[in-house]
């Protein structure tokens, strides 16, 4: 695994914002907001937390990672890039007929361990490979990131009892809790009330962070690693949707909306410029 330093995850956290802006401009497709909410945790995950190999992606004691929120590729695809799992076509083709990689994560895309996209499914998913990993004696861990809006479908609320059931500490799940859905507000579609509450009556441990402070994050990934067995951990991210780019911040409008022009040239100028 890496272990990147706090200001070295800010900057790569900072051009997978930089690559999400551009892969959806130039397709005038996909789904920036979400995918923009949860950039810090990506970098964290792939340049600090993940043990994994991208000379070997099937290496059978390598960590798994599940996105549940598959819409939220945009910010999956540059990590496996930058980590150099797979070469720069996903992003310059990204929803295109010319990619061979498909738009949403799959599993025939090096380094992706489930093909996601349908929503409330991952948990399921991660929970499965969790217990896989007891089965065969491993000491693998498992990370779900998951959307805030997907917890509102029942199946993931029956793989939160079958962790808790099973006491798999070696599952990790991060929730995105940006507040905001396809249409709205959580709290004007289906209002999800005090989320760490439930989930620490579900059984699990719960860590409460604010999702785009690096160093809360790492710390909360860290201290897993002190929970080999037990309840499984659920970190409670608050973030927002859109994070990095003014005009797309916590709003609704910009959960699956391509930039103009103009719109385009102010996102990249408000993080930075171009990518060098």
Known sequence: MLKKSIEELKGIANDIRKDIVTMVYKAQSGHPGGSLSCADIMAALYFYKLNVDPKNPKWEDRDRFVLSKGHACPALFPALVMRGFVDDDCLKNFRSVKSQYPSTPSTCMPGVDMSSGPLGQGLSVA???????????????????????????????EALMTGAKYQLGNLICILDNNKIQMCG????????????????????????????????????????????????????AETIKGKGVSFMEGTAAWHGKAPSDEQYAQAMKELGGEKE
């Open 127 to 157: 929970v499965g490979m969790a217990l896989a990993a007891r089965v065969q004696g491993k000491s693998y861990k498992t990370y779900c990131v998951m959307g805030d809006g997907e917890t509102q479908e029942g199946q993931v609320w």
């Open 185 to 236: 507000t959580n709290e004007e579609i289906m209002p999800l009330g005090d989320i760490c509450k439930k989930y620490e009556s579900f059984g699990w441990r719960v860590i409460h962070i604010d999702g785009h402070d690096m160093q809360q994050i790492v710390d909360a990934l860290d201290s897993v690693d002190d929970n080999p067995v037990g309840a499984p951990t659920m970190i409670v």
